[in-house]
C-alpha cells in the first residue's frame, strides 16, 4: 500500500514561471534594493488601492517600524487581540507601551469591535489610542465601524494583514486601502496567499509616513537632498532614525511579482477547498466553523476548526499525534499573547477573556493551500470525522 502525501497546514506554491523570475534576477547587475523591489511594492499598492507601499525583509520588521514611524511611546494607550502571532504587539511594547487586549469574537477570530468600544470611549489626558487589529484567517475586520468607535482624531491604528492579502472590507474594497487607517502590513511567509519566502510590506496613504517607513527600513539613514542637515554630497548621508537593515532583496521581489499574478487564482482555488470543508463538517457534532457570510470577501490564510475538547475526552495533542499518524499535519493559531512570559509582568489575568480562552482550548488548524484537492480535503475530514467518532464512542462508555 502507497504511503499518503504528507499535508501541512499550510505550504507554498511554486510554479514554472516562480523558478524563471527568480532565475532572472539573478542574472541582473544589481541583486538587492534594485528595480525588482520597487516593481513589487508599486504593484501591491496598486493591487491594494493604497498610494505607497514599502517591502520589508519580514512582516515582523514591518510592524516594528510602522509603530517606530508613528511614534508610539509609554503615553499611548494600546489595543489588540490576543489571538495573534507575538510580534504583533510586540513591535509596539518594544517601544515602551503598554499592551491592552480585546475579547474576540469567535465568529471570526478577530477581535470584537463591541468590546473594543467599551476600552475606547473615555477621552485621554496624555497620548493616542494606538489599535493594532489583526485580520485574522484572512477575514477582514469592519474598518469603518472600527474607525466610527472615536471620538478624537487623535487615533493611530495599523492593521495587521499578514493573513489577508487579497481579502476586501464589508463595502468591497481590498485590504490595505488604508482608507481607515495610518498603515497596513502583509506577510509573504510560504504558508500566507504568496509567497516572497520571508518578506512583508506597508502600505499607507500618507507621504510622511511614506518617507519614514523608507528611512527606518534603510537603517535609519537618510539621504534625500532636501531633508538632509548639511550639505549635498554624492558620499554624504545622515542617520536619523535608530533602526536596522529590513530590506527586502531582489530575488524575494522578483518572486513575490510573479506570485502576486496568481493571487486571485490562488484566492478562488482556497475558497473552493474552504466550501468543501464547509459541507463535509457542517453537520458534524463538536465542531464550530468560522461564520460562513464572511467568505465571499475572503482570501482564507487559515482553516480553523473549534472542537470541543473538553466535552468529548479528548486532549489536542492527541488529536494532533494522530492526524500525524495520518500524514496530515495541523497547527494551532495561537496561543493568546498574555500567556506568554515575556508579558507575565503585566498580570494579566486569562479570565478576563472568555471568549478567547474558550477558542484556544478548542482551536485547530487543518491543511488549506493552493496545491490541495478536493479529495485531500475528503481525506483530512474523514480522517478527523474518524478520530471523532471513535473518542465519542470510547468517551460515552
Known amino acids: 500500500m502507497t504511503e499518503q502525501k504528507f499535508l501541512p497546514y499550510g505550504?507554498?506554491?511554486?510554479?514554472?514561471?516562480?523558478?524563471?523570475?527568480?532565475?532572472?534576477?539573478?542574472?541582473?547587475?544589481?541583486?538587492?534594493?534594485?528595480?525588482?523591489?520597487?516593481?513589487?511594492?508599486?504593484?501591491?499598492?496598486?493591487?491594494?488601492?493604497?498610494?505607497y507601499a514599502v517591502a520589508f525583509c519580514?512582516?515582523?520588521?514591518?510592524?516594528?517600524?510602522?509603530y517606530q514611524a508613528l511614534n508610539v511611546g509609554?503615553?499611548?494607550?494600546?489595543?489588540?487581540?490576543?489571538?495573534?502571532?507575538?510580534?504583533s504587539c510586540s513591535g509596539a511594547t518594544r517601544l515602551g507601551v503598554k499592551p491592552n487586549f480585546v475579547d474576540i469574537d469567535r465568529s471570526t477570530g478577530a477581535l470584537d469591535l463591541s468590546e473594543l468600544k467599551n476600552h475606547v470611549q473615555a477621552p485621554l489626558s496624555r497620548g493616542r489610542y494606538v489599535i493594532a487589529p489583526v485580520h485574522f484567517a484572512g477575514i477582514a475586520q469592519d474598518m469603518r465601524k472600527l474607525d466610527s468607535l472615536f471620538k478624537t482624531p487623535n487615533v493611530a491604528i495599523v492593521e495587521d494583514?499578514?493573513?489577508?492579502?487579497?481579502?476586501?472590507?464589508?463595502?468591497?474594497?481590498?485590504?490595505?486601502?488604508?482608507?481607515?487607517?495610518?498603515?497596513?502590513?502583509?506577510?509573504?511567509?510560504?504558508?500566507?496567499?504568496?509567497?516572497?519566502?520571508?518578506?512583508?510590506?506597508?502600505t499607507t496613504n500618507s507621504e510622511e509616513?511614506?518617507?519614514?517607513?523608507?528611512c527606518i527600513r534603510d537603517s535609519g539613514i537618510e539621504k534625500n537632498p532636501e531633508r538632509l542637515l548639511e550639505k549635498p554630497a554624492p558620499w554624504y548621508y545622515e542617520a536619523v532614525e535608530e533602526s536596522l537593515n529590513f530590506h527586502m532583496n531582489d530575488i524575494q521581489a522578483a518572486l513575490g511579482l510573479s506570485q502576486l499574478r496568481r493571487l486571485d487564482t490562488f484566492i478562488e482555488k482556497r475558497r473552493a477547498l474552504v466550501k468543501r470543508y464547509r459541507?463535509?463538517?457542517?453537520?458534524?457534532?463538536?465542531?464550530?466553523?468560522?461564520?460562513?457570510?464572511?467568505?465571499?470577501?475572503?482570501?482564507?490564510?487559515?482553516?480553523?476548526?473549534?472542537?470541543?475538547?473538553?466535552?468529548?475526552?479528548?486532549?489536542?495533542t492527541e488529536l494532533m499525534d494522530l492526524l500525524k499518524k495520518e500524514n496530515i499535519g495541523s497547527q494551532l493559531h495561537y496561543i493568546p499573547v498574555y500567556r506568554h512570559p515575556v508579558y507575565s509582568k503585566y498580570k494579566i489575568e486569562p479570565d478576563q477573556f472568555e471568549e478567547m480562552e474558550k477558542y484556544y482550548k478548542s482551536a485547530l488548524s487543518i491543511p488549506l493551500f493552493y496545491d490541495m484537492e478536493e479529495n485531500d480535503v475528503d481525506r483530512v475530514t474523514s480522517t478527523?470525522?474518524?478520530?471523532?467518532?471513535?473518542?465519542?464512542?470510547?468517551?460515552?462508555?
Open 11 to 51: 505550504h507554498q506554491s511554486i510554479n514554472d514561471d516562480d523558478r524563471k523570475a527568480v532565475e532572472d534576477a539573478l542574472k541582473k547587475e544589481i541583486i538587492t534594493r534594485g528595480s525588482s523591489v520597487k516593481e513589487f511594492e508599486a504593484a501591491i499598492a496598486e493591487y491594494c488601492g493604497a498610494q
Open 58 to 66: 519580514n512582516a515582523s520588521c514591518a510592524l516594528c517600524a510602522s
Open 74 to 87: 509609554p503615553q499611548d494607550r494600546f489595543f489588540s487581540t490576543p489571538n495573534t502571532f507575538i510580534t
Open 161 to 202: 494583514a499578514a493573513h489577508a492579502l487579497g481579502s476586501s472590507y464589508p463595502d468591497g474594497t481590498k485590504v490595505g486601502n488604508c482608507v481607515y487607517s495610518d498603515i497596513t502590513v502583509f506577510s509573504f511567509h510560504p504558508a500566507k496567499n504568496i509567497t516572497t519566502i520571508e518578506g512583508g510590506m506597508c
Open 209 to 214: 509616513l511614506y518617507h519614514k517607513l523608507r
Open 279 to 316: 459541507d463535509l463538517l457542517k453537520d458534524v457534532p463538536n465542531i464550530k466553523l468560522f461564520d460562513e457570510r464572511f467568505d465571499d470577501n475572503t482570501a482564507y490564510h487559515l482553516m480553523v476548526v473549534q472542537i470541543e475538547f473538553e466535552d468529548m475526552g479528548l486532549d489536542r
Open 384 to 397: 478527523l470525522m474518524g478520530i471523532l467518532d471513535q473518542k465519542r464512542t470510547h468517551y460515552r462508555l
